[in-house]
Structure formats: structure tokens, C-alpha cells
């Protein structure tokens, strides 16, 4: 017979079958892209499915991201409204002799068994035969993108997860818990006699009843009725025998399924329902733990929650929203490279955020925009795009890539992009004033040049919530809208500034780009400078006095040496002053811990990190988390769910266990691994951790533990790379490829190994 291949692409999602038989294990194909410019192709081997003769060639085609729902307001997306497939047969034959056949007049289309499809509201299937006769299809002049191969592994069916317990509700349903929060689907091998309805929704929570509540996931505007969260699949029987119903066109975030049928049994059902986990097929790359169960916990509940958000774009939550949102993938990226191999999953979203790029170079607040604000001017959206510590994602991210993977690809493909949005910056930065600065002074003061302060910020988004004096919490937006939104930001703005152009100036180095590397490596001396006139004072003091801003920093290094640890003292002091909690929001909590541990105070770090009243990690999993909150108070006292239970931004804080508690870091300068420092920082009682990094060199591995006063170390250094271990004790070892052990007296209390202490021991 020979051997054949299938290529095909979709404005939709679709599935493919050969002679009744699926091809493939791609979930959700083509993906999720910014359509107006790219579409992903993709190609499978169809040698299996083919049968001498007549062959039966199916496309089941749906929604998918490109007509369906998209956001918290559940508009349809904007991309068009007419779904499509192409495919093209590519067949060898025995005599080594081609043929090619696909889609085109001779087919014909037929209703299928899925009635209606959403990837976010959900599927009807209905599996009784239709008497609707095939029609022909629809010849139109689709204006398809521009084609290409997705550099992602692809979405897949990655494991299966049986039922924890099953729950009785008072209206004769059951409420199925999988015990753990992700994205997928259920299957259910039992679908009752011919006719039979069966109804199923999906949720991140129980209330104390033992029901499925979805209510914290309802979104609301001022003066608009509130949307309704609904992510609900139906299924009608047709009682053939071995029936299955796993809707394959939509895919949910949930932990529990409620499931409605009439004389529904609840045992019966335990053994016929199963959750699927569907999201990008990512190969892991790093694992922890320790010997405290709740880091480790905390290191699995982030692990799932980045998991449930790369559906193929890394979005903000796989319910409400599933938004490839800027800023969250550009705090969460460097603790993602340290879980998954993330490189081609981040350059095919990076090819959206280029492909959504406005005009004046900014960026827009997520990608692929399901506002199409390029060919959809909205004013309301326009005013809010272009964000620092958004935007910045379009050169953080890539340079991150680079760091991990030795990648120069990535650099040089949004060389353009990241050059156009700092050039953007740079000049809103010039240009605009917020209207305090005008209030100081008409005329600018000369630093005033390089502030970022005239146009809209998010800034330190998600501060924790303070409480009124009966205990409710206070939102600083919903409470008073103007006031958060005219408040100036422009500390956020400049120091984003600083560090986006900074690191344009080092990538222009790597690309070999000379005149741009000196023209910006001044323009961020500038910019820095302007930031220490505008908000540091002589005495190391940030002008905003917040744990946010001496995290920012310290963190990208604003403040000058000689102010370091005035600074860092002033961040400890504010973390004693709120009963060592920390009060930081979206940007710059992911660097909390390590901007401590790096300046002396990994004991203070590690109080943060091991608190459990709110708000803290550990409080999360003390009432039931197994994802990372949106909320600090995500699940109150009384058992009450607001907003997301599964954003996975917060969880970069398990970046600390990976590169201070177990230790292994890349050394400064080092790209691709291949060169690192194992400086492990003991704290918070622990007497063990161990783990591993499967990075560009090879495995790494580190465990370390503490008895008897004696600290222990081993690391195994791949082919490739060479190590420097940074002892407890001040000594340091340099180590080629090939297993080393050592050990020293532990001192206590352990002093603290800053990241000037490692870099000149390496050297």
C-alpha cells in the first residue's frame, strides 16, 4: 500500500479521522494564535489508518479560539466569523510513485454528533443518529494568515486522574471530586439507555453544603448585569454498548464535576468518570523537595498550576479569563524555565505578542488579543494597553530564553519588537507627564526626561487586601476606581524602563549590534540615574517607603553599592512592621524572597515563606489549595471562594526553593548552564532538600542535608559544565563534570551567601 502523511490547518479547532479512526493525539488543533497574521499547520503519518481501496476521510471542525468565547465578558473572539479547514493527502506508493489529494469541491458536510461546541461554555453531544442529509461544503475565499510550523510541542491528553469522592446533593446530583485543580475534561464510560440526558458542570470549589459553587467566578462591571460563569458539557445516549463521551472542543478548570441524570447512582458513577488533563505537552525539567511536606506541597501546587495555564498559551487562569496576559508570563517565565523544557511553548506565544504589536509599538495586555485592538479600535482598551511590567514581557522573555537555552533564535526574532516598545517607552517617557510632576514644576526638571510616569500603568497590581474595621477586605480598585487609576505609578514605570533597556543593550552584544548596545547601554545609564533622583534618597529610602519598591530595587539593581544594605535593612524593616508578612504585589513579589536572601536576611526570607496567616503561601494550602490562589483570600475562614483559584503568578516564588534552598544557579555570565554556582541556603528548620535541573548540558543534581552539625553536599555536573559549590562555611570547590561530594561544620546561625560573595568565587 505504501505510506501517507495528512497536513492540515484550521480557522477553528478540529479533529481528524481516517477510516473512522482518530489521527493523531493532538488536543485542540491548530492551537491558539493571533489569526489575523499566523496560522500553525500540522502534519501526522497516516500510514496506520490507510486501507487498500476507498478510504473515509473526516474533519469534525468547531469554534475553537477563533469564533468562540473568549475573556471574562465571554464575547465571541474577533478574529472572523466563518470557521474553515484545509488538508491535503500526501500518499507514496509501493512503486515509489505520489499522490496528492484534499479538501475541495467533491466533499461534502453533515451535521456530527457534537451539537454545539465552546471552549469555555462547553459541549453538547448528542450520539443518537441524525436523518439531516450530507450537504455540499462551502467553497468561500477565506483570507487565510500566513502559514507555519508551531516551534510548541503540541496540546495532549497528558494523564488521567480518577475520583477522590463522591458527594450527594440535595437535588439528587453528584458532585465528583478529582482532588486535584487543573485544566481538562471528564470522561464517562456510562451513559444510561437510549435518550438519556446527562449534564455535567465544572468548578474550582464546594461550598459548605458539599455543592458545586461557581459564583466567585462571575464577573461584573459597574452598571452591567454580572456573566455568569458557566462551564457545562451535555450528553445524549444513544445506548449502544461501550459508549464513551469525552468532549474533545472545549476544555474546562475545574477540581469538581457536578453531574445531573435522572436515578443517577453515585457508586456506579465513581467507576464510569474520570478527569483527563489536557494542556501542552511539556517535558519536565526540574524537580524539589525537602524535608518540610508543605514547601513541597507548595512546590507541587505551583508545578499544577503552571501546568492547568499552558493550554497552549501560558495564560492568567484556565477559567474565568484564559488570557495569555503579558505581565503574568513575564514574572512567572524564569520560574517556568526551571520546571519545563518552555523554550518553543514561549517562542510561539512570543510570535503573537509580535503579531499583536500596535502600531506605536506597544504591547498589548494579552496575547493572542482577543480584542484584535489592531483592526478594533476600542478607546477603553486602547487607554489601558502598554503597561510596564506588561509590555516588558516582549524583551524579558526572550532574553530569559537565551539565558536558560543559549537561544539567539528568540533574540533576533523580536529584536524588532522589543526595540520598538522600549522606543516607545523611552519616548512616552519624554513626552508625558503625570499631573503631580506638573503640579511641582511646569516646567520639567531635567531628570524628569527618562521618568515613565505619563501614561497608564497596572503597577504593583494585587497588593494584598487590607480589612476594614469589621473585618471585610477592601478593594483598592472597586473601592475607588479613580483614585487607583490616576495614582502615580511612574517608580514601577522607570525602574521597568531601566531593566528592559538594559537588557536591550545586552542583547544587541550577543546579536553583535555594536552602535545599538553602547547607544542604549547609555540610555539605560540615564534611566537609572533619573530613577535614583526621583525616588532614592541619600540615605538609601525609596520616595514610595513600600516592600515593593526596595524589592524592585534591589532586585534590578537601581540602588548604587555603597546603599545596598541600608536598603535591604529598610525592606526587612517593613517586613517586621507587618508581622513578617509580605505586602507585595503582582510584579514584584516573585523577587521578594531572593532580593532578602541575596542581601543577608535569608532568615527573614524564610519567615515570609513558612507563614500561615494571611497573607502567605501557606495559608493557601491550610484551607485546601492544590493551585495557586489569585487571592491571598482566595477561600476565606468560612469556606467562601473569590476570584481564581488556579493563577499561577504567585507560584514564582518556588524559583527561591529551586535556586537558594536547593541551591543551583546560573553563574553571572553563564548562558546555557554551562557554567553554575550550587550556594544552597539552609533556613526555616529544614534539614534536608534535594532535587534536579535537566537543563541544555544535562542533568544537574543537588541534595544537600544537616545532622550531627555537619553539613552534607552532593552534585552530580553534566558533560559540559563546570561548578562552583559555595559551602555553608565560606569555602569554595570548583568542580568539573562527574559526581562531588562535600561537607563542612554547619555554623549557626548559617551565614548567607549574597550573589557578589558567589560571582567572585567563581571567578
Same mark, same amino acid.
Given at each position: 500500500?505504501?505510506?501517507?502523511?495528512?497536513?492540515?490547518?484550521?480557522?477553528?479547532?478540529?479533529?481528524?479521522?481516517?477510516?473512522?479512526?482518530?489521527?493523531?493525539?493532538?488536543?485542540?488543533?491548530?492551537?491558539?494564535?493571533?489569526?489575523?497574521?499566523?496560522?500553525?499547520?500540522?502534519?501526522?503519518?497516516?500510514?496506520?489508518?490507510?486501507?487498500?481501496?476507498?478510504?473515509?476521510?473526516?474533519?469534525?471542525?468547531?469554534?475553537?479560539?477563533?469564533?468562540?468565547?473568549?475573556?471574562?465578558?465571554?464575547?465571541?473572539?474577533? $478574529?472572523?466569523?466563518?470557521?474553515?479547514?484545509?488538508?491535503?493527502?500526501?500518499?507514496?506508493?509501493? %512503486?515509489? +510513485?505520489?499522490?496528492?489529494?484534499?479538501?475541495?469541491?467533491? $466533499?461534502?458536510?453533515?451535521?456530527?454528533?457534537?451539537?454545539?461546541? =465552546?471552549?469555555?461554555?462547553?459541549?453538547?453531544?448528542?450520539?443518537?443518529?441524525?436523518?439531516?442529509?450530507?450537504?455540499?461544503?462551502?467553497?468561500?475565499?477565506?483570507?487565510?494568515?500566513?502559514?507555519?510550523?508551531?516551534?510548541?510541542?503540541?496540546?495532549?491528553?497528558?494523564?488521567?486522574?480518577?475520583? #477522590?469522592?463522591?458527594?450527594?446533593?440535595?437535588?439528587?446530583?453528584?458532585?465528583?471530586?478529582?482532588?486535584?485543580?487543573?485544566?481538562?475534561?471528564?470522561?464517562?464510560?456510562?451513559?444510561?439507555?437510549?435518550?438519556?440526558?446527562?449534564?455535567?458542570?465544572?468548578?474550582?470549589?464546594?461550598?459548605?453544603e458539599g455543592d458545586l459553587t461557581t459564583g466567585h467566578l462571575d464577573?461584573?462591571?459597574?452598571?452591567?448585569?454580572?456573566?455568569?460563569?458557566?462551564?457545562?458539557?451535555?450528553?445524549?445516549?444513544?445506548?449502544?454498548?461501550?459508549?464513551?463521551?469525552?468532549?474533545?472542543?472545549?476544555?474546562?478548570?475545574?477540581?469538581?464535576?457536578?453531574?445531573?441524570?435522572?436515578?443517577? *447512582?453515585?457508586?456506579?458513577?465513581?467507576?464510569?468518570?474520570?478527569?483527563? #488533563?489536557?494542556?501542552?505537552?511539556?517535558?519536565?525539567?526540574?524537580?524539589?523537595?525537602?524535608?518540610?511536606?508543605?514547601?513541597?506541597?507548595?512546590? =507541587?501546587?505551583?508545578?499544577?498550576?503552571?501546568?492547568?495555564?499552558?493550554?497552549?498559551?501560558?495564560?492568567?487562569?484556565?477559567?474565568?479569563?484564559?488570557?495569555?496576559?503579558?505581565?503574568?508570563?513575564?514574572?512567572?517565565?524564569?520560574?517556568?524555565?526551571?520546571?519545563?523544557?518552555?523554550?518553543?511553548?514561549?517562542?510561539?506565544?512570543?510570535?503573537?505578542?509580535? !503579531?499583536?504589536?500596535?502600531?506605536?509599538?506597544?504591547?498589548?495586555?494579552?496575547?493572542?488579543?482577543?480584542?484584535?485592538?489592531?483592526?478594533?479600535?476600542?478607546?477603553?482598551?486602547?487607554?489601558?494597553?502598554?503597561?510596564?511590567?506588561?509590555?516588558?514581557?516582549?524583551?524579558?522573555?526572550?532574553?530569559?530564553?537565551?539565558?536558560?537555552?543559549? %537561544?539567539?533564535?528568540?533574540?533576533?526574532?523580536?529584536?524588532?519588537?522589543?526595540?520598538?516598545?522600549?522606543?516607545?517607552?523611552?519616548?512616552?517617557?519624554?513626552?508625558?507627564?503625570?499631573?503631580?510632576?506638573?503640579?511641582?514644576?511646569?516646567?520639567?526638571?531635567?531628570?524628569?526626561?527618562?521618568?515613565? =510616569?505619563?501614561?497608564?500603568?497596572?503597577?504593583?497590581?494585587?497588593?494584598?487586601?487590607?480589612?476594614?474595621?469589621?473585618?471585610?477586605?477592601? *478593594?483598592?480598585?472597586?473601592?475607588?476606581?479613580?483614585?487607583?487609576?490616576?495614582?502615580?505609578?511612574?517608580?514601577?514605570? +522607570?525602574?521597568?524602563?531601566?531593566?528592559?533597556?538594559?537588557?536591550?543593550?545586552?542583547?544587541?552584544?550577543?546579536?553583535?549590534?555594536?552602535?545599538?548596545?553602547?547607544?542604549?547601554?547609555?540610555?539605560a545609564r540615564r534611566v537609572r540615574e533619573a530613577w535614583r533622583t526621583?525616588?532614592? !534618597?541619600?540615605?538609601?529610602?525609596?520616595?514610595?517607603?513600600?516592600?515593593?519598591?526596595?524589592?524592585?530595587?534591589?532586585?534590578?539593581?537601581?540602588?548604587?553599592?555603597?546603599?545596598?544594605?541600608?536598603?535591604?535593612?529598610?525592606?526587612?524593616?517593613?517586613?517586621?512592621?507587618?508581622?513578617?508578612?509580605?505586602?507585595?504585589?503582582?510584579?514584584?513579589?516573585? !523577587?521578594?524572597?531572593?532580593?532578602?536572601?541575596? /542581601?543577608?536576611?535569608?532568615?527573614?526570607?524564610?519567615?515570609?515563606?513558612?507563614?500561615?496567616?494571611?497573607?502567605? $503561601?501557606?495559608?493557601?494550602?491550610?484551607?485546601?489549595?492544590?493551585?495557586?490562589?489569585? *487571592? $491571598?483570600?482566595?477561600?476565606?475562614? !468560612?469556606?467562601?471562594?473569590?476570584?481564581?483559584?488556579?493563577?499561577?503568578?504567585?507560584?514564582?516564588?518556588?524559583?527561591?526553593?529551586?535556586?537558594?534552598?536547593?541551591?543551583?544557579?546560573?553563574?553571572?555570565?553563564?548562558?546555557?548552564?554551562?557554567?553554575?554556582?550550587?550556594? /544552597?541556603?539552609?533556613?526555616?528548620?529544614?534539614?534536608?532538600?534535594?532535587?534536579?535541573?535537566?537543563?541544555?548540558?544535562?542533568?544537574?543534581?543537588?541534595?544537600?542535608?544537616?545532622?550531627?552539625?555537619?553539613?552534607?553536599?552532593?552534585?552530580?555536573?553534566?558533560?559540559?559544565?563546570?561548578?562552583?559549590?559555595?559551602?555553608?562555611?565560606?569555602?569554595?570547590?570548583?568542580?568539573?563534570?562527574?559526581?562531588?561530594?562535600?561537607?563542612?561544620?554547619?555554623?549557626?546561625?548559617?551565614?548567607?551567601?549574597?550573589?557578589?560573595?558567589?560571582?567572585h568565587a567563581h571567578a
Open positions: 500500500m505504501g505510506q501517507g502523511a495528512a497536513v492540515r490547518d484550521a480557522l477553528g479547532v478540529y479533529e481528524v479521522f481516517l477510516n473512522g479512526r482518530r489521527v493523531g493525539d493532538t488536543e485542540l488543533a491548530p492551537g491558539s494564535t493571533s489569526y489575523a497574521e499566523t496560522l500553525h499547520a500540522q502534519a501526522e503519518d497516516i500510514s496506520a489508518c490507510l486501507r487498500p481501496g476507498r478510504n473515509s476521510l473526516e474533519i469534525v471542525l468547531s469554534d475553537g479560539w477563533y469564533r468562540g468565547k473568549t475573556g471574562a465578558w465571554r464575547r465571541p473572539a474577533r $478574529w472572523g466569523t466563518q470557521t474553515a479547514a484545509r488538508l491535503e493527502v500526501h500518499i507514496e506508493y509501493d %512503486d515509489g +510513485t505520489w499522490s496528492t489529494s484534499g479538501t475541495g469541491p467533491a $466533499w461534502v458536510s453533515r451535521p456530527s454528533a457534537i451539537v454545539r461546541a =465552546d471552549l469555555m461554555d462547553g459541549q453538547i453531544t448528542d450520539f443518537r443518529p441524525s436523518a439531516d442529509p450530507p450537504i455540499s461544503v462551502h467553497l468561500l475565499p477565506v483570507e487565510a494568515p500566513h502559514v507555519d510550523w508551531s516551534p510548541a510541542p503540541p496540546v495532549r491528553r497528558i494523564e488521567s486522574i480518577a475520583p #477522590v469522592g463522591v458527594t450527594r446533593t440535595p437535588d439528587g446530583a453528584c458532585v465528583v471530586d478529582f482532588g486535584q485543580n487543573t485544566s481538562g475534561r471528564i470522561r464517562l464510560t456510562d451513559l444510561g439507555p437510549a435518550g438519556t440526558r446527562t449534564v455535567i458542570e465544572h468548578g474550582e470549589h464546594m461550598d459548605a464577573s461584573s462591571r459597574p452598571g452591567e448585569p454580572p456573566v455568569p460563569f458557566v462551564q457545562r458539557d451535555e450528553v445524549v445516549s444513544d445506548g449502544s454498548t461501550g459508549a464513551a463521551f469525552e468532549p474533545r472542543h472545549t476544555v474546562h478548570g475545574f477540581r469538581y464535576a457536578k453531574v445531573r441524570r435522572d436515578g443517577l *447512582d453515585a457508586a456506579t458513577l465513581a467507576q464510569a468518570i474520570s478527569m483527563q #488533563v489536557v494542556h501542552t505537552d511539556l517535558r519536565p525539567t526540574g524537580a524539589f523537595a525537602c524535608s518540610d511536606p508543605d514547601l513541597t506541597h507548595l512546590h =507541587d501546587a505551583a508545578r499544577w498550576s503552571f501546568r492547568s495555564n499552558a493550554v497552549d498559551v501560558p495564560t492568567d487562569c484556565p477559567t474565568r479569563e484564559r488570557l495569555g496576559w503579558t505581565g503574568d508570563y513575564q514574572v512567572f517565565v524564569s520560574t517556568a524555565v526551571r520546571l519545563f523544557d518552555v523554550d518553543g511553548f514561549s517562542r510561539k506565544w512570543l510570535r503573537s505578542v509580535r !503579531d499583536d504589536q500596535l502600531p506605536d509599538g506597544r504591547i498589548v495586555n494579552s496575547s493572542p488579543d482577543p480584542n484584535h485592538l489592531k483592526m478594533h479600535p476600542d478607546p477603553m482598551v486602547d487607554h489601558i494597553t502598554g503597561s510596564a511590567g506588561w509590555g516588558d514581557a516582549i524583551v524579558h522573555v526572550p532574553w530569559v530564553l537565551h539565558e536558560t537555552y543559549g %537561544d539567539d533564535v528568540v533574540l533576533a526574532e523580536n529584536w524588532d519588537a522589543m526595540v520598538r516598545w522600549v522606543e516607545f517607552a523611552l519616548d512616552a517617557a519624554r513626552t508625558k507627564r503625570h499631573p503631580s510632576r506638573v503640579e511641582r514644576s511646569l516646567v520639567p526638571l531635567p531628570h524628569e526626561e527618562f521618568v515613565w =510616569d505619563g501614561t497608564f500603568h497596572w503597577g504593583e497590581w494585587c497588593e494584598p487586601k487590607r480589612r476594614a474595621a469589621d473585618g471585610s477586605l477592601i *478593594d483598592p480598585v472597586g473601592s475607588d476606581p479613580m483614585g487607583w487609576f490616576m495614582a502615580d505609578k511612574s517608580e514601577v514605570g +522607570t525602574a521597568y524602563l531601566y531593566r528592559s533597556v538594559r537588557m536591550v543593550a545586552s542583547i544587541a552584544t550577543v546579536l553583535g549590534k555594536d552602535e545599538a548596545a553602547r547607544e542604549y547601554g547609555e540610555l526621583e525616588f532614592l !534618597d541619600a540615605e538609601g529610602r525609596t520616595a514610595a517607603g513600600t516592600q515593593a519598591s526596595y524589592v524592585r530595587a534591589l532586585a534590578f539593581r537601581l540602588v548604587p553599592e555603597h546603599l545596598r544594605d541600608t536598603a535591604a535593612a529598610n525592606l526587612v524593616d517593613l517586613v517586621h512592621a507587618a508581622d513578617d508578612h509580605l505586602t507585595t504585589g503582582f510584579l514584584s513579589t516573585a !523577587d521578594l524572597l531572593p532580593a532578602l536572601a541575596d /542581601s543577608g536576611h535569608a532568615d527573614v526570607a524564610y519567615t515570609v515563606l513558612t507563614q500561615r496567616t494571611s497573607p502567605s $503561601w501557606l495559608g493557601m494550602l491550610d484551607r485546601g489549595a492544590t493551585t495557586i490562589w489569585e *487571592d $491571598w483570600d482566595g477561600v476565606d475562614a !468560612d469556606g467562601r471562594a473569590t476570584a481564581s483559584l488556579n493563577h499561577y503568578s504567585k507560584g514564582a516564588v518556588v524559583r527561591f526553593l529551586h535556586a537558594h534552598t536547593l541551591g543551583p544557579r546560573q553563574a553571572p555570565g553563564s548562558v546555557a548552564w554551562e557554567t553554575f554556582v550550587v550556594a /544552597s541556603v539552609p533556613g526555616g528548620g529544614l534539614t534536608w532538600a534535594s532535587g534536579s535541573f535537566d537543563g541544555p548540558q544535562g542533568l544537574i543534581t543537588v541534595k544537600w542535608s544537616i545532622s550531627a552539625g555537619i553539613f552534607r553536599l552532593d552534585v552530580d555536573v553534566p558533560a559540559g559544565s563546570t561548578a562552583t559549590l559555595a559551602l555553608p562555611d565560606g569555602t569554595h570547590i570548583t568542580a568539573g563534570p562527574g559526581s562531588v561530594h562535600a561537607e563542612c561544620a554547619h555554623p549557626s546561625p548559617h551565614p548567607n551567601l549574597d550573589s557578589k560573595d558567589v560571582s
